[in-house]
């Protein structure tokens, strides 16, 4: 083959497989949205789900993914920022450092089920905490730190060395400019991160089959007092996600419209994190622009 | 704290808000040894049980083919070869798309291809895995069963709905390497008159090769790791394959289906756990071999 044959021959295979990726996205989305969402409508968002009968909805999972992503978040924002800004601002360049950021590397690397096992051996049995949205925070929590932390390390490492040299002009602590200087302008790409990073706490069902549990009790939603044991609030009682949920239809529903469940929940999850990638798109350049008051 | 009563005001408070500063990241960082280490001597203390306590042999687990635990046999190769038997499959499908979809974004339409292509990869990385799960069982199996023999289900409908998830995990990397080849390369390619594939073939793609092998390493750990969509379309039966179209079952769809039903301290469950610490070595091999090419790279 001549060469100028053979350049366009392999430019038209590029392009082909390239459109070819496109094509699969866009028909998968177009397929969960047509079967999903046409099965969306309020009931479906509020109400129960049903083992046998018809009718059932996806309510108290869609609660449960929620208030699960708020408790995970409330336990790894600290961690991760602190590890973080360890990463960036205080680790020095040695051994040790060395080996933390192979510890990094390797916990993000854990597939998603044996952390959820170490969860069941001793955050559920070992810790007594049981099957509870409790534990299923805490997990998600070991399954979200290195992407936090690397985001913050990041972040942190993106601030121009002018302005932590003027702090330390200043006479400033090392801490005081961490905090006072460095963070606002590292949040911008911190809250990108962040966001981005719930988007896959939101996702996530492998690591939640054996810590936050495969059913949740009834529920009532009149009753916000945490303590309660049917309250929607209580962080100990066991809690099935939307993810699981639509995981545990899939493999052993037997209600007469499990496939329609399965697509609906599928289109409202899909649609979160959508949401959410949009949401850090958006909510990273609007604090860009506050804080750096470029216009 | 350290500071002396007759030092300033200033400094005293200087050095107390430093201490603060530096013991609440540090405790942050020690959090994440303390739990790396458990992880692994949990993980591995309860794996071993299979061969410490109920005697089963680590050449009958690791080769036996005869997985019946009610009359004791735990040969969990079935599972091992399923394992390594998709995600292998996974990358070779994933690997030449994601190149062409690198190619595709730096080389062949550098000025709007990563608009195109970066939100897509972006949104493959984003979407759950039991959503992949869920496409796969409902359009992937039916077509497979009405092409090929079989019932749709297997190892050829894993491997391909893994490959989908992989892709992001090997094209971003891939781009990445691209993108930060020096042009003077490229440009005495042109310049000796080569076509763009006869550079790409001959220029690009050698000097970008460990980056790309990084890449479907670390694509092939995700699939390796990857539990619910693999077992949602794979069949789980206990047995070694003979063709692509036959129900298999891979590590974690064996762990996913049967933890919950079995007893905490049984010999099957504590099987279940030894899947698990290989599980936790792979990951361990991965990273070496990762380690490996990015230091060759570096030479």
């Known amino acids: 083959m001549k060469p100028k044959t053979a350049d366009k021959v392999a430019t038209g295979i590029i392009v082909f497989f390239a459109l070819f990726i496109v094509a699969i996205l866009l028909g998968m989305l177009g397929y969960i949205m047509v079967r999903g969402l046409s099965h969306i409508d309020w009931h479906f968002l509020t109400s129960p789900p049903q083992t046998i009968k018809e009718g059932g909805g996806i309510g108290p999972q869609l609660f449960n993914s929620l208030y699960l992503l708020v408790l995970t978040m409330i336990i790894t924002i600290p961690l991760g920022l602190g590890a973080g800004i360890y990463m960036a601002e205080y680790a020095k360049p040695n051994r040790l450092t060395d080996t933390i950021r192979l510890v990094v590397e390797v916990l993000s690397s854990f597939p998603s089920i044996v952390v959820g096992l170490f969860g069941l051996l001793v955050i559920v049995n070992v810790f007594g905490l049981g099957f509870s949205l409790m534990s299923g925070a805490m997990v998600l929590t070991i399954f979200n730190m290195p992407l936090m932390v690397r985001v913050t390390e990041q972040a942190f490492r993106s601030v121009s060395r002018e302005q932590k040299e003027a702090g330390l002009a200043m006479g400033l602590s090392k801490w005081k400019i961490i905090t006072s200087i460095l963070f606002p302008v590292a949040l911008p790409i911190i809250v990108t991160g962040t966001i981005l990073a719930a988007g896959r706490v939101f996702g996530e069902a492998a690591a939640l089959l054996f810590t936050a549990g495969m059913t949740t009790p009834r529920i009532h939603f009149d009753d916000w007092n945490p303590l309660h044991a049917a309250s929607p609030l209580n962080p100990f009682r066991p809690a099935e996600t939307l993810a699981v949920h639509i995981w545990k239809v899939n493999s052993e529903g037997i209600a007469p419209d499990a496939l329609e469940i399965a697509a609906g929940a599928s289109a409202v999850l899909v649609i979160m994190v959508l949401i959410f990638n949009l949401l850090a798109r958006w909510l990273g350049r609007a604090l860009y622009r506050k804080f750096t008051s470029i216009k | ?299």
């Open chain 2, 1 to 299: 704290m350290s500071a002396k009563p007759d030092q300033p005001y200033l400094l005293r408070k200087h050095k107390t808000e430093e201490w603060i500063g530096r013991g609440y990241t540090t405790i942050c960082v020690m959090f994440l040894i303390v739990i790396i280490i458990s992880i692994v001597y949990f993980v591995a203390s309860k794996g071993i049980t299979t061969f410490t306590k109920d005697g089963v042999s680590v050449s009958e687990f690791l080769f036996g083919t005869r997985w019946s635990p009610d009359d004791n046999h735990f040969g969990a190769f079935p599972f091992i070869y399923g394992s390594f038997l998709t995600s292998l499959l996974a990358a070779a499908i994933a690997s030449p798309l994601s190149i062409c979809a690198a190619l595709f974004m730096t080389e062949i339409v550098p000025t709007w291809g990563k608009k195109l292509l970066q939100p897509v990869i972006e949104l493959l990385a984003g979407i759950p895995s039991v959503v992949y799960g869920f496409i796969g069982l409902s359009i992937l199996v039916p077509v497979l069963r009405d092409t090929f023999p079989g019932q749709g289900i297997g190892v050829a409908a894993g491997a391909i709905v893994l490959s989908i998830m992989i892709l992001p995990t090997i094209t971003s990397i891939a781009t990445d390497a691209l993108s930060s080849l020096p042009r003077n390369l490229k440009e005495a390619s042109y310049g000796l008159g080569s076509t763009r594939w006869q550079t790409i073939k001959g220029v690009v793609l050698p000097t970008v090769m460990p980056s790309i092998l990084t890449g479907v390493v670390l694509g092939m750990a995700r699939a390796f790791g990857e539990a619910l969509a693999v077992q949602m379309v794979i069949g789980n039966a206990p047995h070694v394959p003979s063709s692509l179209f036959e129900s298999a079952s891979t590590l974690t769809s064996v762990i996913t289906l049967n933890m919950s039903n079995t007893v905490m301290g049984t010999a099957q469950n504590n099987a279940l756990w030894s899947m698990a610490l290989i599980l936790l070595l792979m990951t361990f091999v991965f990273i070496f071999v990762v380690r490996l090419l990015e230091r060759r790279h570096r030479l």
